[in-house]
């Protein structure tokens, strides 16, 4: 799910670059922009889980960006 909080940005399926696999999620933005995508992931309880993400960056302009990151976020459904 792409969510923007501000700015002009692109998403896309990328089938010329991935790090592993065949394709990846392309983000871009030629005037910078403050966006994500995100996505459900049911898990068990009491359960270890490893999630690996890979980011690759280009022609940031360190004087106007912040780059690029992931975050995780654990979020209770109501009633469980």
Do not use: C
């Not at 700015?7 to 030629?30: C, M, P």
């Not at 359960?47 to 209770?76: M, P």
């Amino acid at each position: 799910r792409p969510s923007n909080w501000g700015g002009t940005a692109e998403w896309a399926v990328d089938e010329q670059v991935a790090h592993t696999g065949k394709r990846s999620l392309r983000i871009s933005s030629n005037s910078g922009a403050d966006v994500s995508w995100s996505f459900e992931l049911a898990v068990e309880p009491h359960t270890r889980y490893a999630l690996r993400a890979w980011i690759k960056t280009e022609k940031l302009d360190g004087s106007r960006s912040l780059g690029a990151f992931a975050n995780l976020h654990q979020l209770q459904m109501e009633g469980k």
